[in-house]
């Protein structure tokens, strides 16, 4: 009965010594980052309030996606960030989400229609320069960054122009 148990009980910490030597244990530490590549918004692009913003773009990693985030924001302060004098005047307008991305994707072509609001609060957005920003990060943690610009602002035809 003794030799039985003493079987089992050997059988059972190599088991568990076996199973926790597992091949991935000896593969190398993803440290690439993922990369982004947009190809909507175009930089500098002009959309008007009530419009929309078209955001298409490409993700790939070397091992795996996670998830992404789309950020916008104004730039009324050029990125000081420093507290305006006539904050209280302004009405910017921000937007932030984040998005998963199904699991075993090393490619992911994101698309999404950004409605740009008239009003914030009761009251019309500031038009100006806004910064779109784009967070891409891999199931390693490792994280890529893309950043432009797009300008929110009404059409006013030709008035500014000289013919």
């Excluded at 773009?57 to 091992?63: I, K, L, P, Q, Y």
């Excluded at 698309?111 to 914030?120: E, F, K, R, S, Y």
């Amino acid at each position: 009965m003794k030799i039985k148990l003493n079987s089992i009980l050997t059988l059972i910490v190599a088991a568990v010594f076996l199973t926790s030597c597992s091949s991935d244990d000896d593969a190398a530490p993803d440290t690439q980052k993922p990369t982004i590549s947009i190809t909507e918004p175009h930089n500098d692009e002009e959309i008007a309030p009530g419009g929309e913003m078209h955001f298409e773009a490409v993700f790939t990693d070397n091992v795996e996606l996670a998830s992404y985030k789309i950020e916008i924001h104004d730039d009324f302060d050029d990125y000081t960030h420093a507290q305006l004098k006539s904050s209280h005047d302004l009405n910017p307008w921000n937007f932030e989400q984040v998005f998963q991305i199904p699991a075993g994707q090393k490619r992911f072509e994101a698309v999404h229609h950004i409605d740009i609001p008239t009003l914030v609060n009761g009251q019309a957005i500031n038009e100006g320069t806004y910064h779109v920003g784009i967070y891409l990060t891999d199931t390693s943690g490792n994280e890529e960054t893309a950043f432009l610009t797009i300008h929110i602002e009404e059409d006013h035809g030709d008035e500014d122009h000289d013919h």
